[in-house]
């Protein structure tokens, strides 16, 4: 029973490791196409493509974002109610 809380709460350190990591890639790409869309701005670019590439990664980053906070909610709403969880 101690295994597998332990096991669960291994689980869910990857899975918030791996929502930091995410939430930092995130933060990198808003800050660039904050640049990209400022050049736009300035100089008229036709660099809309990459622009569109930028918010394209930025919109799989929100998702995954989304999918493992779900697998968090998920994970912790098993074990709510587990007493065994709770040591």
Partial sequence: ????????????????????????QRLELIVKLGEITNSVLRKSDAELTLLNQFTDQLLNLDLEIYQLLCKIDSVTSKCKDCPNCHL
């Avoid at 669960?8 to 350190?13: C, M, N, P, S, Y």
């Fill in 1 to 24: 029973m101690v295994r597998a809380s332990y096991e669960k709460e291994l689980d869910i350190h990857d899975i918030k490791k791996r929502l930091l990591e995410t939430n930092e």
